[in-house]
Nanobody, 125 residues
């Protein structure tokens, strides 16, 4: 079992930045591809980005490319989502996920092996 806890969400003005963290416990995240998803009110959950187990290769949804960056520190068992140039449409609950499959496959998965509880990000205009 892997427990994931997100933090770092909050209220920010458009154009601002936030850094989300996802702290894992139970097992090492080095065994998992890690990803970030989000769900806005009234909308379905959507893929934001993912990162491979060890090489750190990342994949992103088109709507965040160039603005968001995912990184991981396996020694700290933590994954990060740096969000810059935030827009009001980025407002959502952001979830961290871990999966035993590939990071690339997380973009099309309907579910992942483990999920965090989510952290709210609100971007004001």
């Amino acid at each position: 079992q892997v427990q994931l806890v997100e933090s770092g969400g909050g209220l920010v003005q458009a154009g601002g930045s936030l850094r989300l963290s996802c702290a894992a416990s139970g097992r090492s995240i080095s065994n998992y591809a890690m990803g970030w998803f989000r769900q806005a009110l009234g909308k379905e959950r959507e893929f934001v980005g993912s990162i491979t187990r060890s090489s750190g290769r990342t994949s992103y949804a088109d709507f965040v490319k160039g603005r968001f960056t995912i990184s991981r520190d396996n020694a700290k068992n933590t994954v990060y989502l740096q969000m810059n140039s935030l827009k009001p449409e980025d407002t959502a609950v952001y979830y961290c996920a871990a999966d035993r499959g590939t990071a690339q496959a997380m973009a099309v998965l309907t579910d992942c092996d483990y999920w965090g509880q989510g952290t709210q990000v609100t971007v004001s205009s």
